[in-house]
């Protein structure tokens, strides 16, 4: 296969600290059944061109198409490697993707901007790097996977030109989207991919694995991060350290105070997150989290109105993002997001 001419330097703004990257983690947690749902269309020889992985962040898409993308690059569609779809970490296939430096593999995610901050979508230009990296003449038998991650963070002209990507998809290449809101694609794009929908964990599996990851965690800790986690993994991994159990407690009750909302009570976490490094941006991703959470327990038992919830939600994601981007007032973010929040109460609570 022809060698990218310079490997790009890898920016990992989803790596959690003291903990692997999904790139460099060889073991997928509690998502066994959509593991042998890929497992048997690549070893059977009936692997799609492309497939929409979906689920909540930290729940394992990125560490499952990562486990893919070894195996296809070592074994093909075949059934030459094991069931689970293993490669062990010492094979020089596997190696190279740890390293981030496999030239059959190219993944796609939002980077930095000129002053360092995340980007807020994923860019035409990143999305264009799809045709030359699949018009580029693999070695025999090789095969070329990309990875974009996330795929719900693409703008309009990025959507446009991953869907001439799907439209002409070349041999022995696999495209992998991993989505948190599958439902924010174009249906086009939806209905080029096969679906490859993963569960959040539960907490027991989520407790086990903090005990593992997370050691110096006292028991009623793990108990407490894996309620509030909401079937995330990443999410509970994220909590662990100073303050993380705190923002993410808060998160909880601003949602649980919705219709009678605790006005002192805000303005001191307003206060507090102000004085944060990164504060407003950790407590909103809490804050999205136990909304994303509420709504879909109450949809799974069967309740109407939830579209104004929904709205919020979406509401919500676009102000923090603004927040972010254009450096706002924590204090005021937090403040809009508490009076946003009684406002929806008012009307049904959640």
């Known amino acids: 296969m022809a060698k990218r001419s310079k490997p790009e330097e890898i920016i990992e703004t989803d790596r959690l600290e003291g903990q692997l990257h999904p790139r460099e983690n060889f073991a997928l947690v ?33 560490t499952l198409a990562y486990r893919i993308a070894r195996y296809l690059l070592r074994y093909g569609a075949s059934d030459g490697g094991p069931e689970d779809l293993a490669v062990a970490p010492n094979d020089p296939v596997a190696m190279q993707v740890t390293a981030g430096a496999h030239p059959g593999l190219l993944v796609l995610k939002r980077g930095l901007n000129q002053s360092g901050k995340l980007m807020t979508v994923l860019g035409v230009e990143e999305v264009r790097k799809l045709a030359g ?10 095969w070329r996977v990309a990875i974009i991650d996330t795929a719900d963070d693409m703008n309009d002209a990025a959507a446009n030109a991953l869907l001439k990507a799907l439209e002409e998809p070349p041999a022995r290449a696999m495209l992998m989207l991993l989505a948190n809101a599958p439902g924010r694609l174009l249906p086009t794009i939806r209905s080029r991919c096969q679906r490859l929908d993963l569960r959040p964990l539960s907490e027991a599996e989520l407790s086990r694995e903090l005990e593992s990851r997370a050691p110096d965690l006292e028991r009623n800790e793990r108990a407490t991060l894996a309620r509030l986690a909401g ?34 009570a805000t303005l001191a976490l ?9 504060g407003v941006d950790r407590f909103g991703a809490f804050l999205l989290q136990v909304l994303a959470d509420r709504i879909h327990a109450r949809a799974l038992s069967g309740a109407s109105g939830l579209d104004r919830w929904t709205a919020l939600l979406e509401r919500l994601k676009g102000n923090f993002i603004r927040s972010d981007a254009l450096h706002l007032e924590p204090r005021q973010t937090i403040l809009s997001a508490s009076r946003a929040i009684a406002s929806t109460a008012r009307g049904r609570s959640l």
Request: charged share 20%; no cysteine.
């Open 231 to 264: 079937g995330s993994l990443g999410a509970a991994l994220s909590l662990v350290g100073e303050d993380g159990i705190a923002l993410a407690e808060e998160a909880d009750r601003l949602v649980e105070r919705a219709s009678s909302p605790d006005v002192a």
């Open 30 to 62: 509690g998502q066994d059944a959509g593991l042998s749902r890929a497992s048997r269309a690549i070893r059977a020889g009936r692997v799609p061109s492309a497939w929409l992985i979906t689920g909540p962040p930290g729940i394992g898409k990125a």
């Open 270 to 278: 307003a206060e507090k997150l102000a004085r944060m490094t990164d």
């Open 133 to 142: 990296f699949f018009g580029m003449t693999s070695g025999a038998g090789g």
